[in-house]
């Protein structure tokens, strides 16, 4: 932030999960971006603490961007290019670099998984995640929708206006919980009547993520094909060649 320019004036934020326990203390080189850290307890993974964070100052800002950790910045007014969309389209209320299960109805959704991840990418004792998802969506009053669509929660970008519409971020428990609130994000937002978009055509154009964008992208892609090729495999051959 110190070396890509942002294009405006921002104030900077760090949410620390656990930081109630093992206090986190930026270095003495970010000094210059005045930066407010806030350590809370261990919870709601990165969703939890943007809700923590917006709640702390949701009269001091009109725009918010939420970032993980694990972010960085690719090119100068990069915030810029976020508040001048949201800015000048009215029934814009959630940007960010990709979204998820683009244009996909919920029974291609299960559908399209089954087959790339094989018959047993989740515990059979345990609901299909598709149904665990919706019915937390059910549970907490938040619309599906037809489509599953939704911006992944590692660079969302919105209003402090919009966020008291919808009541702040659904905050979950576990990690299903988590990914369920990722998609209900989207969902409370759109029931308001607004749209969710990317920044830009081109997913991580402004600001990567290093478990998305580049070499390890490519070891993930690499990962999953590999599994997908094996669990077939796996089961013609009989146990006893195994190795």
Known sequence: MMKVKAGCEFGLIVVCNGGNEQP???PARFQK????????ENSGYNIGAWNFGWQSAKSSYSYFMFLQDDCFLKEKNWLYQYQYRLSTD?????????IMWDRMTWH???QATDRDLGGDWYDK???????FYQNYLASNNIPKGELGSHLQSIILFTSSKILSEIGGFPVGKTYQDAIACEIGISRMIESKGYRISKVDDYPFKLIGHRQWTG????????????????????????K???H
Do not use: W
């Open 240 to 242: 006893s060649k195994q």
């Open 125 to 131: 004792n345990q609901p299909h995640p598709i149904d």
């Open 108 to 110: 291609y959704i299960r």
């Open 215 to 238: 070499k390890r992208k490519l070891i993930n892609q690499i990962r999953n094909k590999v599994k997908g090729y094996m669990r077939p495999l796996l089961r013609v051959i009989p």
């Open 90 to 98: 009215d029934k814009l209320g959630l940007l960010g670099e990709v």
């Open 33 to 40: 971006l005045n930066a407010i850290v806030l350590n809370r």
């Open 24 to 26: 986190l203390y930026l």
